[in-house]
């Protein structure tokens, strides 16, 4: 199986693009992302996804109509202009998105819809750190293990069939889904909102021999080899 690109990968796999005088570290979404690519590779798939999300997000914070297309050029180029321009705590107005201004682009998407549908034991920054963490706020992040792990919540595939890629790279489908995930693994777990947040990586099955065997730090599933630091995943998501 080939590898994903990860979030924000740094050798540009799937289409994201240097910035043109090299002065920012690695690639990002900027001109030319998601034109002419082939679609039966999923990294460039996912990448034209993402950028459909940002062209959508655009639209949506500025009020502006602009073509859903997936492909990164100058309009796109000058609305990510105005919106970085438009919130100075980004940073340098640049034209490109990487990880602050995907963030800012996406947060007002999450908080409405936890405000709409999250239980109130789900606090926004276990949301916000579970999106954070498993994708850096990338919306076409692939997974880089296992390349069926895809968008802001890396859902996969094969344990979720029902969904196409379209639908797992969806920025509002994937919130909603972690958001509905916590929403019945919060109360599973009787309000243990850590081992809740395990459970988005161990499973519930897992979770439970992991309870079994003592909460350890660094924990092996069985009929696996590879250890999981189960605490530092716990203490990574509960920085929002």
Known sequence: MVNGRGAWNVSGVGGTKQYNDSSRPGPYYFDGSGVDINEDDPNQYAVRGAVKAYQRALTRRLGINLKIDGAYKDKTHAAVLRFQDEHPAIGLAWGGIGPDTSKALLLPDLKRAYKRRAIAELPLAVLSGTIRHESNWDAGAVGYVDPRDVGL?????????????????EPINAFNF???????????????????????????????????????????????????????????????
Do not use: C, M
Request: aromatic residues 12%; glycine residues 10%.
């Open 178 to 240: 972690v958001i509905q995930y916590y929403n019945g693994n919060i109360p599973y777990f009787k309000g243990n909102i850590r081992d809740a947040i395990a459970s988005y990586n161990l499973g519930r099955g897992g979770t439970n021999s992991w309870i079994r065997d003592g909460r350890p730090d660094v924990w092996t599933p069985d009929g696996s080899t590879t250890p999981r630091d189960v605490k530092q995943y716990i203490d990574s998501i509960l920085q929002g």
């Open 153 to 169: 919540a890396q859902i996969n595939a094969e344990a979720h069939p029902e969904w196409d890629t379209d639908t797992r790279l």
